[in-house]
């Protein structure tokens, strides 16, 4: 089985700190994506990846950056946190075959102080 | 992104009883689409998928309908049961794109 974690299931910080949310695949997937989630708004994409050190901007970038420097690791960076960006976070992977069903970690809820 | 999943933000349904969740897209270019469970505290797991070329799938019960025409999906649960309580997304894509799309979501409750 897929199996796709998140370095923390609860996280609290403080405005202004830097965030970062670590993100692990095992499948040796090469799309990997970060979405947040908000009640009544659904998934949102921020960014994601294709290949190793590739990045595409999603839906809602602004505040965040990501880095992929090994394929199976996909971090998203909130340089300087604010409250707007608390949020459960989300993770995914999928591979580049025939299938779009992307794998989804278990999520981490971010609140900023 | 395109706007996908318009539809009822909740739903009740006695336990045993079959369950249908709707959902409506927008890009009539989409050839992919997909339902995802999510139940609290967990990431979304996925439930079935549909390409454009069929107009049902069945899975372990469940069902899944596309309807081109109308560009509406629809989820249909059996006897539904206190464990299928959870949101549900729809996402659609299209070939070449490397994202899915989703919905807002629809909050199952199975009451016992």
């Known amino acids: 089985d897929v199996k796709v974690t998140q370095s923390s299931r609860y996280l609290v910080k403080r405005t202004g700190e830097k965030v970062f949310l670590e993100c692990v695949q095992d499948?040796?997937?090469?799309?990997m994506f970060w979405y947040r989630q908000d009640p009544g708004l659904g998934l949102r994409l921020i960014y994601f990846s294709y290949d190793v050190k590739m990045k595409e901007k999603g839906d809602i970038p602004e505040g965040y950056s990501v880095s992929r420097e090994k394929k199976e690791r996909f971090s998203l960076i909130l340089e300087s946190a604010s409250t707007n960006q608390t949020s459960m976070y989300l993770c995914?992977?999928?591979?580049?075959?025939?299938?779009?069903?992307?794998?989804f970690g278990p999520g981490t809820r971010l609140t900023v102080t | 992104g395109e706007n996908v999943g318009l539809h009822l933000p909740t739903l009740s349904v006695q336990e045993g009883d079959n369950s249908i969740i709707n959902c409506a897209y927008s890009n009539s270019a989409s050839d992919y689409f997909i339902w995802y469970k999510q139940e609290s505290g967990k990431g979304p797991q996925f439930i079935i998928d549909i390409r454009s070329n069929m107009d049902k799938r069945q899975g372990q019960r469940v069902t899944v309908l596309l309807n081109k025409t109308v560009k509406h999906l629809s989820l249909q649960i059996a006897a539904t049961q206190p464990g299928d309580s959870a949101v549900y997304f729809c996402?659609?894509?299209?070939?070449?794109?490397?994202?899915?799309?989703f919905g807002t979501g629809t909050r199952l409750t199975v009451i016992p």
């Open positions: 995914a992977s999928r591979t580049s075959g025939g299938s779009y069903e992307q794998y």
């Open positions: 996402a659609e894509s299209l070939t070449g794109a490397n994202n899915l799309f």
């Open positions: 499948m040796d997937h090469e799309n």
